[in-house]
């Protein structure tokens, strides 16, 4: 139903106005509706040189083009005001259609044709307030497309990710690299995400919602790409957001759709082969010392993290293992070992039941995988175009997918499983999916606990630290200079 709203809103509105627009201006009112064409002709009937459609092949410039034609398009039709042309811009299935059917509004000329200008001055001279204006309102535009189009700026949130990214590290993330993906919830205010800053109200409308696109983009999601995208879990009560209006997350890409994925032993498989774990990437080790305190200058140089004491002699602390291999060298550290969980076994402290797989019977069993955070799979991502078989193990893993993210209608009756009420036992999936694991594996929640990605909420590519900022230090050192500009890898 959001689509065909859509389609009226966006599409069909809009060239009602410019097919009676263009009679206006003595051409056929069906050029209105041809796209590309309609184009060209706003430019003929604005005075602007037809370099100007080149530009409209140029994404990102091709918006601010367009944005520029029509406030020149409207100017031709005696629209002079600021208000006009914020109306004609941001609301053009509502005025393209009451100026086309207005019989006061009619076609007086080329606006970019110097004889106009002259005819005209007097309306389009500006008071300082209205250049003021203009300024602002292009400069929100121009940066509201940066960020959509090429490149965003993320902070660091939390520690699922160290002691490769850290909690304050600012990063630049790229649109560019798997394409810009245009967004889904036109209507929203500008330079907020998902909720006002103070008012903590929705920053976005979804009365309209826009089917997903993809620009074309650099390259394809490769494993161990770093990946901000948008929490898949946020489409559920009580937020029930939007895609793109859902929490950013960081993570690894560890499985990219049609792989196979296991974890043994904390170490990821994928197709049975064995992934490179990240060498910034911390774990959860079991220290044994001699009983003697360890010196708080190591703690803060070896990043220990997360201290848990077991007795008087041994404790748990989250570190990576370039600090375990230096910590092994001091005379009183009697031995260090990984805390993994046992194969096989849902410990009540490492368990995984995830939590997009429904707890409770389906096709009248309730599955047990006995999977925890270092023990997990195998597991099949989706790819768009697989068809999997639908029995009581797979149905619980996929059902979410199958009805939240592709949008079926999912009912289980006794026995039976029913998409869109057709009694079935197999499904071809429409998106391609993502595994994404932190590198902090032992204090991150990732598609380990939620599930797949889908491409859909894929925003971008981490880049680069542009700056790095450490609350917990003095006002001295708070910048971790060691930090700025390093490439993420």
């Known amino acids: 139903m959001n689509s065909i709203i859509a389609f009226l809103l966006l599409v069909v509105l809009p060239f ?11 051409r056929p009112g069906w050029e209105g509706v041809i796209p590309i064409y309609n184009i060209y002709v706003m430019i003929k009937l604005s005075g602007r040189p037809l370099w100007w459609l080149a530009l409209m092949l140029i994404p990102g410039v091709n918006i601010l083009v367009f944005i520029g034609l029509l406030v020149d398009f409207l100017k031709s039709y005696g629209k002079f005001a600021l208000l006009e042309h914020i109306e004609g811009v941001a609301l053009p299935f509502i005025f393209l259609p009451k100026w086309g059917f207005d019989r006061d509004t009619k076609y007086i000329g080329p606006s970019a044709a110097p004889e106009f200008r002259e005819k005209f001055k007097t309306a389009l001279k500006k008071t300082p307030a209205r250049e003021w204006a203009d300024a602002i309102i292009f400069a929100v535009i121009a940066a509201t497309m940066i960020r959509t189009l ?3 700026a ?26 810009a993906r245009l967004p889904m919830t036109p209507v929203a205010f500008p330079f907020a995400h998902h909720t006002m800053p103070l008012l903590n109200t929705k920053a976005y409308w979804d009365g309209i919602e826009l089917p997903y696109y993809r620009l074309p983009g650099l390259s394809d999601i490769k494993k161990g790409d770093v990946v901000v995208f948008n929490y898949p879990m946020d ?13 950013n997350f960081i993570k690894r890409c560890q499985g990219t759709p049609g792989d196979t994925l296991s974890v043994v032993k904390a170490q990821v498989y994928i197709n049975g082969k064995a992934m490179i774990t990240p060498p910034n990437g911390e774990m959860k080790y079991i220290v044994k010392t001699d009983g003697s305190e360890i010196n708080t200058q190591l703690i803060t140089d070896l990043h220990l993290a997360d201290f848990g004491a077991i007795d008087n002699t041994t404790f748990t602390t989250n570190t990576t293992a370039k600090a375990v291999e230096t910590l092994k060298g001091y005379s009183n550290i009697k031995g260090v070992r990984p805390d993994t969980a046992v194969s096989g076994h849902a410990d009540p402290v490492n368990a995984v039941y995830p939590t ?74 429409k998106l391609n999916y993502y595994f994404m694991m932190g590198d902090n594996r032992h204090n991150s929640e990732d598609s380990r606990f939620w599930g797949f990605v889908p491409e859909d ?8 630290i542009w700056m790095s900022v450490d609350d917990q230090a003095g006002f001295l050192n708070k910048i971790r200079w060691s930090r700025l500009f390093n490439i993420i890898r």
């Open 154 to 179: 993320y902070v660091i949130p939390s520690a699922s990710m160290e002691s490769s990214l850290l909690i304050g590290d600012y990063l630049f993330v790229s649109k560019v690299n798997y394409g």
């Open 356 to 429: 997009w797989i429904p707890n409770n019977k389906i096709l009248g069993k309730l599955p047990d995988y006995k999977w925890n955070v270092d023990n997990f799979g195998p597991i099949i991502i989706p790819k768009k175009g697989w068809t999997v078989k639908l029995d009581s193990l797979t149905f619980p893993v996929y059902s979410r997918a199958i009805e939240i993210y592709e949008g079926n209608k999912v009912e289980v009756v006794g026995k039976d499983i029913l998409i869109n009420g057709v009694k079935t036992d197999s499904y071809t999936f």
């Open 16 to 26: 009602v106005g410019l097919y009676k627009l263009f009679e206006k201006a003595g």
């Open 235 to 247: 489409a559920d009560a009580p937020l029930s957001r939007p895609v793109d209006k859902r929490e």
């Open 150 to 152: 090429f490149i965003e």
């Open 457 to 464: 909420h894929i925003v971008g590519k981490a880049l680069f």
